[in-house]
């Protein structure tokens, strides 16, 4: 089994380059070795390995910034996905691919399901969904995931917004009246490998159909729920110390504005890939503590 992974050196994809060699040979490209701003080296690395999985965890993500950059956010986020998917489906192999939360327009009260309809509210969201729609139409086989708010130890996402805040701020304002799910690369990675099995041996045995799952931890937070329990965690000695913890208060988002406006709900249901795979994704709080008690 020959595996190629894109974005080797973001959240995600670090943790699928710790996990991968499970599975079979892999190469791992960082953007030094693959740009995917560069269609026809991207074509080439893909055409030189000729994968049996190609997994894609690179992406434009940064959210603010995209709306200033529409044109390059969708050539990494659209057409890149497209390109690989296309060269998929000429050697026949399966495509691992990623997604957002920030597909949805937020207005719902539920989690969102696989069936609801997408309605992008930023450039990020709208680039992310165009690419969904290129991996779809290629043909390929494919699986592709939408995750959210996903944090590691490394790279930048909220945790570590928060211990740098934490260790120069005695009060840390944060918005309250946006709702989604805190999701650990680590799950993710793992919960790509799991899936990634089976994968296999449905297509070696015929019977494997692309589809499209949200991956998430289960149950939902505010990002100020999230940096509370971040904070709490350090209280009860999980995670790094601090020398002393700051006071976390409630904000509304127009009290925090943005380049890019944000779904107010971005919850996800996943029973789809935990009724498909026999899973049970863990709670966003639990995996998070996990993840502190780990990264110590
Ligand atoms: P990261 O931002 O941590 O990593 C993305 C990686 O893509 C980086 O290593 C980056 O390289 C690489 N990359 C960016 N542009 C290019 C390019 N032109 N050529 C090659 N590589 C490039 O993302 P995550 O691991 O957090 O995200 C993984 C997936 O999950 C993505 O599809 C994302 O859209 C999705 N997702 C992420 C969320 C989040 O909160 N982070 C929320 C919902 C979905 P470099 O290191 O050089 O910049």
Redesign the pocket.
Known sequence: MKILL????????WELNRLLPQLGEVVAL??EQ????DADSLRQSIREYKPDVIVN?????AVDKAEDQARQSMT??AE?PGIIAEEARGMGSLMI??????VFNGKSEQPYTEVDKPDPINVYGES?LAGEKAVQASGCHHLIF?????YSSR???FYLTILRLASKMKEINIVSDQTGAPTW?RL?AETTIEVLRSAIDEIAEGGFTSDLYHLTSRGKTSWYGFARQIIDNIKTGNGKSLSSVPVINPISSEEYPTAARRPANSSLDVSKIEKQYGLRLPEWDKSLLSFMQTVV
């Open positions: 894109f974005g080797k050196n973001g959240q995600v994809g960082g953007r693959a740009d995917l701003a965890a690179a992406a434009y993500t990494i986020n890149a691919h990623y997604s957002t939360d920030y992310k939408r995750t959210s708010w996903v790279g930048s996402n690369a993710i």
